[in-house]
């Protein structure tokens, strides 16, 4: 059964952060907060994980879409091959926030991930995500967690997903109520931003 682990977004606790961390090591999977809907999320390195991800959504880990969850835009030329002034002004300008940008993916990308041409990239305005991969020290691959209820795309309260998933992953973080509201996705591979979907974040920043 998983931890039901309390933080608060203001002042994530360390050393809870440090347990979700030791979790993510093992290739454990857990559900957190971000600012937009509750995610689920695996140490990108761990390739057990990623399938385990990869068979809960039902696709081939090859093919699938998962984003890719930063601290901050430092990690970005690990996975993301060079990008011109423009677009990284449109990065900074817009994170962290609710965005998730389509990048060109770099050769170095992990091994499962080789094929990509694209890696989505989000830095959540949210402490206790950030916390997670700053103390992990590399990114989580990460998929927002649907609801089954056709008028509720997604659940938003801790308890109701803990009650859901406490069998299927490894740890669920109650950060308070989430949003149920996905994030705005922008293409940025192609020179011209292209919105591939209208979520919470603004367009302004474009």
Not at 124 to 137: F, M, S, T, Y
């Amino acid at each position: 059964m998983a931890q039901f682990i309390k933080l608060y977004n203001d002042n994530p606790s360390e050393k809870e952060i440090a347990k979700i961390v030791k979790v993510l090591q093992n290739g454990g999977l857990v559900i957190y907060p971000t600012d937009t809907v509750y995610g689920l999320g695996c140490d990108i390195t761990n390739t057990k994980a990623l399938e385990k991800v990869a068979k809960i959504k039902g696709v081939k880990l090859e093919k699938s879409n998962f984003s890719f969850v930063c601290n901050n835009l430092s990690h970005l030329s690990d996975y993301v091959k060079q990008i011109d002034t423009a677009t990284y002004k449109i990065l900074k300008r817009a994170l962290p926030g609710p965005y998730t940008f389509i990048l060109p993916g770099s050769n170095s990308l992990p091994k499962v991930f080789k094929k990509r041409k694209t890696v989505g990239i989000r830095v959540p305005d949210n402490n206790i995500a950030r916390a997670i991969v700053e103390a992990l020290g590399n990114p989580i691959v990460s998929t927002s967690i649907h609801d089954e209820d056709e008028v509720i795309e997604y659940t938003t309260d801790p308890e109701l997903i803990f009650e859901k998933w406490q069998n299927i992953v490894d740890v669920v973080v109650d950060g308070g109520f989430g949003d149920n509201h996905a994030s705005t996705v922008i293409d940025l591979t192609d020179g011209e931003p292209e919105v591939i979907r209208e979520g919470k974040g603004s367009l302004d920043v474009l």
